[in-house]
T-cell receptor, first 112, second 117 residues
Framework: GQQLNQSPQSMFIQEGEDVSMNCTSS?????WLWYKQDPGEGPVLLIA?????ELTSNGRLTAQFGITRKDSFLNISASIPSDVGIYFC????????????FGTGTLLAVQP | EAQVTQNPRYLITVTGKKLTVTCSQN?????MSWYRQDPGLGLRQIYY???????DKGDVPEGYKVSRKEKRNFPLILESPSPNQTSLYFC????????????????FGAGSRLTVL
């Protein structure tokens, strides 16, 4: 099945640093979503993007829908320890079932 | 509270012993889906269901079965588990018919960690 290329695979940073991660695809997507998975929990939606070029913020999080519709990035500013987790991007293939294709995930560790 | 509930959360079993992971949602969602999460591979879809009695294969359906007899329940069945099915499993649900609007994105359960010896 199709997968998105997500990078980096993991990041180990100090509290207060900014973080950036991105996803790329060979296919065009109609929607990009960013999820966070806390340890021992299921993924929870952070940000949803619906238009090419769209830039959306949610607190310290900012995400953009790439203009080519084949990529997206997520930035976290001034990281805090509770930002720890796995971040997944996901794209909607635009088909009849609105199937989500998930990235391989970015593991974020924040040192206090 | 709106939620997707999976059981069991943790299970260790042996090769060939049939097992079922239950999934239930209380949001009246039409769409339900099962994923497995493996290191370096992200979330891969196993099966999904667009509504009652309507199920279809995802990307990695081999070795799994599902059923959708009621709208709220979508159990995942492993008839003869094998070690390569050791994984973290997630059930998810959402509404159908409104595209992927902000109110219509996937809600995930807390996960079921399965180990097959």
């Amino acid at each position: 099945g199709q997968q998105l290329n997500q990078s980096p695979q993991s990041m180990f940073i100090q509290e207060g640093e900014d973080v950036s991660m991105n996803c790329t695809s060979s296919s065009i997507f109609n929607t990009w979503l960013w999820y966070k998975q806390d340890p021992g929990e299921g993924p929870v939606l952070l940000i949803a993007l619906y238009k090419a070029g769209e830039l959306t913020s949610n607190g310290r999080l900012t995400a953009q829908f790439g203009i080519t519709r084949k990529d997206s990035f997520l930035n976290i500013s001034a990281s805090i320890p509770s930002d720890v987790g796995i971040y997944f991007c996901a794209g909607d293939d635009g088909g009849a079932t609105n199937k989500l294709i998930f990235g391989t995930g970015t593991l974020l560790a924040v040192q206090p | 509270e709106a939620q997707v509930t999976q059981n069991p959360r943790y299970l260790i079993t042996v090769t060939g012993k049939k097992l079922t992971v239950t999934c239930s949602q209380n949001m009246n969602h039409e769409y339900m889906s099962w994923y497995r999460q493996d290191p370096g591979l992200g979330l891969r879809q196993i099966y999904y269901s667009m509504n009652v009695e309507v199920t279809d294969k995802g990307d990695v359906p081999e070795g799994y079965k599902v059923s959708r007899k009621e709208k709220r329940n979508f159990p995942l069945i492993l008839e003869s588990p094998s070690p390569n099915q050791t994984s973290l499993y997630f059930c998810a649900s959402r509404r159908v018919g409104m595209g992927l609007s902000g109110a219509n994105v996937l809600t995930f359960g807390a996960g079921s960690r399965l180990t097959v010896l």
